[in-house]
């Protein structure tokens, strides 16, 4: 629309949705003369609808651009925990404390000792001062494609019932009559459990194929031991 000062004639040319339905205050540059510029119903009709078209426009050009926003957003958060779930073998590796975190979400994990063998147990017998004390040595190997973390080893020393705890006689006698009932004959070595203990390594992982040997630190000697075992 034009406009045209009151005061000097001077003529300008704006857009009518800059005036408004309401009308506003506007000056003259060449004169300064101030003075209220209304539209007629036409123009004001006009400037409604122009303000809603503009309006409308950008709620438009927002509405497009949210749900691309949040696709994308949606897409990565996807993709992120998808490369988390399957990594997650070798998160445990690393960290063995989320094993449980991936359990309660439903995702198993293999076997963190999957691939690792304990090799070449030999009770070493010594003697410190007036006590007589036993060594385990042995290797650890590492067969599997992933870096393991060394669990805590678990030695088990078996020998007659006779001088066993009472817990390990009633699990000995426990055992016997299970394998009674399944098979009908007993198929243990009639053995009871009368110490074990847990040893941790100093290191804490082992690489793919590599292999550790391993030496306990001196344990009292076990009265009436027949068997030692090293387990996970």
């Not at 949606?74 to 989320?98: K, Q």
């Not at 975190?101 to 293999?110: L, M, N, P």
């Not at 963190?112 to 017998?125: C, F, R, S």
């Amino acid at each position: 629309m034009i406009l045209t000062c009151p005061s000097c004639q001077k003529r300008y040319m704006i857009e009518s949705r800059e005036i408004g339905s309401k009308g506003r205050l506007v000056r003259c540059v060449a004169c300064r003369h101030t003075w209220q510029q209304k539209l007629d119903e036409d123009m004001s009709a006009l400037a409604d609808l122009t303000a809603d078209f503009f309006s409308e426009k950008e709620n438009i050009a927002v509405s497009k651009r949210h749900p691309a926003i949040w696709i994308l957003m949606t897409a990565g958060i996807i993709l992120l925990l998808g490369s988390f779930l399957m990594a997650r073998n070798t998160i445990v590796s690393h960290w063995p404390s989320t094993e449980k975190f991936f359990s309660r979400i439903g995702f198993s994990v293999s076997n963190h000792t999957e691939g690792l063998q304990i090799e070449n147990i030999a009770p070493v017998q010594l003697t410190q001062g007036m006590d007589s004390m036993i060594v385990l040595k042995g290797d650890l190997v590492n067969t599997s494609s992933l870096i393991r973390t060394i669990p805590t080893l678990h030695i088990i020393v078996k020998g007659d019932c006779k001088g066993a705890p009472l817990t390990s006689q009633l699990k000995m006698q426990l055992k016997q009559t299970l394998a009674k009932m399944v098979k009908g004959s007993g198929t243990n070595d009639g053995l009871c459990t009368l110490e074990e203990w847990d040893y941790n390594l100093s290191e804490s992982r082992l690489f793919p194929s590599e292999r550790l040997s391993f030496e306990t630190t001196p344990h009292a000697m076990v009265e009436g031991a027949k068997d030692i075992t090293v387990e996970f």
